[in-house]
């Protein structure tokens, strides 16, 4: 591996983890302590999204650029490309924060997350361009509809 493609490789495996659950969880927390209603909304369309992403997982299984193991229960969730749930989480993030808080810095931080976290998921093989595309979509979808829910 060249230099360039290992300090590529470190960025996007860094840029990844904003579409990990234990940032989400960190987000939570610190919302929680500043607007009990925000954090509230925002657990809701979390798990909204995930809920929605791993049905779409077991409901259509599909292979990702470099397989995995999918005997077990667990496995065969993990080793599903479509969508991508990182991309999603991401996604519900930025609509969930740009509804509560009108501001252009955050509104160009949370785009630009977006575009690099679902770059990263390409990037480093765990998707293919279509499951980051449906990641957006389906964040942004559980997130529209629940801000006319709650």
């Not at 509104?107 to 998707?127: A, M």
């Not at 361009?129 to 509809?145: M, N, P």
């Amino acid at each position: 591996m060249k230099f360039h493609e290992f300090i590529l490789d470190r960025f996007f495996s860094s840029v990844t983890l904003f579409g990990n659950p234990a940032f989400y969880l960190l987000i939570l927390i610190f919302l929680f302590k500043i607007n009990h209603s925000s954090a509230i909304k925002l657990a809701i369309a979390m798990l909204a999204t995930e809920t929605a992403c791993a049905i779409i997982k077991f409901a259509y299984p599909k292979q990702r650029p470099i397989p995995r193991p999918n005997k077990k229960f667990f496995e065969r969730y993990d080793a599903s490309s479509f969508p991508s749930i990182h991309t999603a989480r991401i996604t519900t993030l930025a609509f969930m924060a740009n509804s509560f808080y009108k501001d252009s810095l955050l509104f160009f931080i949370s785009i630009l997350l977006v575009i690099l976290v679902g770059y990263s998921r390409i990037f480093l093989k765990h998707h293919y361009f279509k499951d980051v595309i449906g990641g957006i979509v389906f964040g942004a979808i559980a997130s529209i509809l629940l801000q006319f829910i709650l």
